[in-house]
């Protein structure tokens, strides 16, 4: 399978700039993997095709106010710092650019001097591993002094940096938004349990690489990303429980599918959990854990809609997209939302 399979024309207008409001009152497509069929909804109307019995899995990460501009002691260039993985207390994996001002040993300051760094190493990939000291806590110093990593093909400033989180966010530690999640609403959420379906969380740091292009015309040539998963021992009993009782599990979000599918396949079963994932889930693969996927419009051939190929069939796939874009969906993080599954009553 190439890479170039996975490409669509998407006029430049769809990718949406702002979230709408409320947040569960952008566009919601269902899609029978079945079948293919087709419906047009709003997301809030996504409880209608839940049942009780079913559980959601919600990834509760929480973006990390991640961008940051460092002025280079010696000359005073400004060089921008975009974290990405903590390795330890105050040492990180960082992108800098333009790399060529941060060389092995430079030195940045932050802010007003809440923050400062240097360079102490440099990875295959031009990533800078960078260690930090500062005057409080980090995370206090990010939220003071950092800027939400938006994707790039995002423009416009955000007004708000909560609608970059979504409601549930409670870990720190991820360098981009689990974007399917932005939709639900608290009120939403509680409407949801009154219905008598469950929901669990687990944790996946998601990292830039989600955003990164396939370069490989072989697909199974690429090599993935890895990111950290924490999977709770109350979320394992819920799924297990869920599907001995018959009910769906239905993953919100490919990160959140991603957890699920490398614990099960780790571990040949859904248990308590925690470790990093490089897992790939293109076409072919068969799936271990879920049952159903809230996800939003992804970039043209990307891991993600891979993935969703894999889920719901490359056919259907790439013949909703085209329907999302007769349509005039909005796409990619801020975008309208996909529910997929194989049981519409």
Known sequence: MKTSDFYYDLPEELIAQTPVEPRNASRLMVLDKNNGNIEHKIFKDLIDYLYPGDCLILNNTRVIPARIYGVKKETGAVVEFLLLKQKENLVWE?????????????????????????????????????????????????????????????????????????????????????????????????????????????????????????????????????????????????????????????????????????VATKNGCICADEDDTSIFIYPGYEFKCIDALVTNFHLPESTLIMLVSAFAGYDNVMNAYKVAVEEKYRFFSFGDAMFITDSIK
Do not use: W
């Open 94 to 262: 960082c992108l800098c650019g333009p790399g060529k001002r941060a060389k092995i040993g430079t030195q940045f300051v932050f802010g007003d001097g809440q923050l400062e760094c240097e360079v102490i190493d440099i990875l295959d990939d031009g990533n800078r591993i960078i260690q930090f000291k500062c005057t409080d806590n980090i995370y206090a110093v990010l939220d003071e002094i950092g800027q939400m990593p938006l994707p790039p093909y995002i423009k416009e400033k955000l007004e708000d940096n909560e609608r970059y989180q979504t409601v549930y966010s409670k870990n720190l530690g991820s360098a981009a938004a689990p974007t399917a999640g932005l939709h639900f609403t608290e009120d939403m959420l509680e409407k949801i349990k009154e219905k008598g379906i469950n929901i669990g969380y687990v944790t996946l740091h998601v990292g830039l690489g989600t955003f990164r292009p396939v370069k490989v015309d072989d697909v199974t040539k690429h090599t993935m990303h890895s990111e950290h998963y924490i999977m709770p021992q109350e979320t394992a009993d819920l799924i297990n429980n869920t599907h001995k009782n018959g009910g769906r599990v239905i993953s919100v979000g490919t990160t959140s599918c991603r957890t699920l599918e490398s």
